[in-house]
């Protein structure tokens, strides 16, 4: 929480010094009223009527500075907030292949959503309402300083108290903070579920188990913030219950020296006024350091800062020369092994075919060559560089991989196949040509601009398999890793893309197919055939 306050203490300051001029704005009203009063108990109507005036005057700068103020407080959460989503996706780019998907993509949502309203509402806003009431407890107690040092003496006791009670409930706030967004995340996590199944539910005539997974999934999400809100809630009724104890006190104590003439009549109107100010600032003040406290647990998720890897010099993996070479490759899910003793030989500019049963490790393998799976034994090497000398990023630089379930963003097909770079017609109409793209683009009145969809809802299943592939082609990578990427495409598009791809004598493919006909066969470097791991130990 600190690092973004210090981060932008520009724009904070600008907030924090319009709450100050506001809290002193407020301070100063209470000292006018005591004058306002004192016209009136001297019967003196000059003067009550010039106090009224200065009143009504403060009063208007207040209204006007308080509007600047909220304008620069709104200022300074939005730029905290982009801050923190950018170290979120920060913090997810430093994350592997396997470290990313150990969480389901619903509970990463919620740290955009859910997290970044949280530390809203738990931190920031009340942030400032905590400088707010300082500054008024500070200009309360210089204010009741000018009347007696006797109110100065209780009003620093009465703060002592209030800001010792909260420390007492900032672990169980913390605990239960931790809590909320745990249970949040997973919620959300069941929201997605259940709405992408929706149409599958429905089908089946499983109505009444939408219903109750969402009415679940919602309690889900309210049953923690009703436990913080309620033990928050008891805390406050207790520190509330001794700021209204040492009110009191203080009251007694104005009334007492304005009945022995020590101070003005009139302060037993502002004077309770500014004793009000003082406690329940010190009180709220109280209150808002226990929202602190349930704010560390959607902090702690912040491993990265955005800074921290824009400026990072990153490798740089050669352009394959030679072959990729696997020796003894043994692979295993848990206490599942997938692969076990493989050595295969890929030369540049070869085109190679995985077959096998399901199962057998077709998919694993081409993860293990973009170094999404890290934790293998045996070797793989690019031209002799061992593959644990680079990060799946500087692999990925010369490979381009196509799975059988393509993602499409909710942009346009140029957008997806581009990926927001520019590149020449020339290269855009190769790019269609080979991955037989041309023909659905022409019977679309948008062509290139028209909207995909979420995730490609506006396409047919082969035409996004046809825009994965443009979008493999014109980023112009030496190796191509292909998953079933053809298996959505007619027999006639299916054999149009993969000519293509065979007759670029650059690039170096790897496709994994079930099934091979011998004539299809016939047309790669080389075929072959994994076996499951238990089959090939035995």
């Known amino acids: 929480m600190t690092y973004y306050l210090r981060k932008y203490w520009k724009a904070n300051a600008l907030a924090i010094i319009f709450l100050l001029v506001h809290s002193a704005l407020n301070t100063l009203a209470s000292l006018i009223m005591m004058r306002v009063f004192q016209g009136i108990i001297e019967l003196d109507l000059r003067k009550f009527f010039l106090w009224c005036l200065a009143l009504m005057g403060n009063w208007v700068i207040l209204i006007a500075v308080g509007g600047l103020e909220t304008y620069f407080e709104a200022r300074a959460v939005r730029?905290?907030?982009?801050?923190?989503?950018?170290?979120?996706?920060?913090t997810l780019l430093r994350k592997s292949h396997s470290e990313f998907h150990e969480l389901d993509t619903?509970?990463?949502?919620?740290?955009?959503?859910?997290?970044?309203?949280?530390?809203?509402?738990l931190a920031w806003t009340p942030f400032f309402n905590c400088i707010e009431y300082a500054a008024l407890v500070v200009f309360s107690v210089a204010a009741l300083l000018t009347l007696h040092w006797s109110l100065l003496v209780a009003a620093l006791v009465n703060a002592a108290i209030m800001l010792f009670v909260p420390q007492l409930f900032n672990k169980r706030m913390e605990e239960l903070g931790g809590v909320c967004t745990r249970e949040q995340a997973a919620a959300t996590s069941n929201f997605k579920d259940l709405l992408a199944g929706f149409d599958v539910l429905r089908s089946f005539g499983r109505e009444q188990r939408f219903s109750r997974g969402t009415n679940a999934a919602s309690d889900q999400i309210e049953r923690p913030k009703f436990r913080?809100?309620?033990?928050?809630?008891f805390a406050v009724a207790g520190m509330s219950y001794l700021n209204i104890v040492c009110q009191m006190l203080l009251d007694v104590l104005i009334g007492v020296l304005s009945i022995r003439g020590v101070i003005l009549q009139g302060a037993l109107l502002g004077g309770g006024n500014l004793c009000g100010s003082l406690t329940s600032g010190l009180g709220n003040v109280a209150q808002l350091l226990l929202s602190f406290s349930s704010t560390k647990p959607y902090f702690d998720k912040i491993t990265e800062h955005g800074e921290s890897i824009q400026d990072e010099e990153t490798g740089n993996l050669p352009e394959l020369a030679s072959a990729i070479t696997v020796r003894d490759l043994s692979f295993q899910y848990d206490e599942k092994p997938v692969l076990r003793d493989l050595s295969l030989t890929?030369?540049?500019?070869?085109?190679?075919?995985?077959?096998?049963?399901?199962?057998?490790?077709?998919s694993t393998f081409l993860k293990l060559l973009l170094g999404w799976l890290p934790d293998y034994s045996g070797a793989i090497r690019f031209d002799g560089a061992d593959a644990h000398g680079f990060t799946a990023e500087e692999l990925q630089q010369q490979m381009s991989y196509i799975e059988q379930n393509v993602f499409l963003f909710n942009s346009t097909i140029r957008d997806n196949i581009t990926l927001g770079e520019d590149f020449s017609e020339e290269q855009m109409e190769r790019a269609l040509r080979d991955s037989a793209l041309l023909g659905d683009l022409a019977a679309m009145p948008e062509g290139l601009d028209t909207p995909v969809g979420e995730d490609g809802s506006n396409l047919s299943g082969g035409q996004k398999q046809r825009v994965a592939i443009a979008r493999a082609l014109i980023h112009n990578r030496s190796i191509l890793l292909v998953d079933e990427g053809t298996s959505a495409l007619d027999q006639k598009n299916a054999g149009i893309v993969e000519e293509s791809l065979l007759a670029n004598p650059e690039l170096t493919l790897i496709l994994v197919s079930h099934h091979l006909s011998p004539e299809r066969k016939a047309k790669f470097t080389g075929v072959y055939n994994l076996e499951p791991a238990d089959a090939a130990a035995a």
Do not use: I
């Open 79 to 90: 730029l905290m907030n982009n801050a923190v989503r950018r170290d979120m996706t920060a």
């Open 106 to 121: 619903g509970e990463y949502l919620s740290w955009f959503t859910n997290d970044v309203n949280q530390m809203e509402n």
């Open 228 to 233: 913080l809100a309620y033990a928050k809630g």
């Open 346 to 362: 890929f030369k540049k500019g070869g085109k190679y075919a995985l077959t096998g049963p399901s199962g057998c490790g077709k």
